[in-house]
């Protein structure tokens, strides 16, 4: 038996949640240089025993949507998160290699100010950034959780509609055999 329009409602789902994740990202300004938006895909596996729809992105973006706790406070969003920093983590030497927080601290055209008004380099601003994410966390944006529910809360009646019609064209090929 061949299930079509099952397929399609699964179809649908996948291209539903990648559609309103990739939106989430961009209006919620977390889409800093596109690695994460690009990344967003889903797949549609048939196998012998039933259809399979799975989900695909970028290892940091589950941080970025769930969150991560930090090691003096949590927000309030992250604090069922199941990531968290440890008080051991090195997160300024982390910065120190790669520069992460001063590139997007560039990118955001955030430097910090001395007592007498001078800029700071962004360097300087990337250990601040790396400091403060240590201590309060990273604050959960829901950009992928949130559309996949919605989509699921949906999704049962789509697909008991859609196999109906796939049983109703298997009965009707039998019928004119």
């Known amino acids: 038996m061949e299930f079509t329009q099952t397929e399609q ?3 649908l789902f996948g291209k539903y949640v990648i559609q309103q994740s990739r939106s989430n990202l961009t209006k919620g300004k977390h889409n800093v240089d ?10 549609l596996e048939v196998e012998n025993d039933g259809v399979v729809v799975s989900f695909y992105m970028e290892d940091y973006g589950q941080f ?3 969150g991560v706790r930090g090691v003096e406070k949590t ?3 992250s ?5 968290s920093y440890k008080q051991s ?10 520069g992460t927080f001063a590139k997007w601290a560039k990118f955001r055209g955030m430097q910090p100010r001395d007592k007498k008004g001078r800029f700071g380099s962004y360097k300087t601003m990337g250990f601040i950034l790396a400091n403060s994410i240590k201590k309060k966390g990273i604050k959960a944006t829901m950009f992928f959780t949130k559309p996949f529910n919605k989509a699921l809360e949906r999704l049962p009646q789509e697909l008991i509609d859609a196999m109906v019609l796939d049983v109703e064209q ?8």
Do not use: H, V
Request: charged content about 25%.
């Open 9 to 11: 409602a699964l179809e």
């Open 34 to 43: 596109n690695k994460l938006y690009e990344s967003l895909r889903y797949s």
């Open 64 to 66: 970025q949507d769930r």
């Open 75 to 77: 927000y309030s969003q």
């Open 79 to 83: 604090a069922n998160s199941p990531f």
């Open 89 to 98: 983590s090195n997160l300024k030497g982390f910065e120190y290699a790669t």
């Open 170 to 177: 298997e009965i009707i090929i039998a019928t004119k055999k």
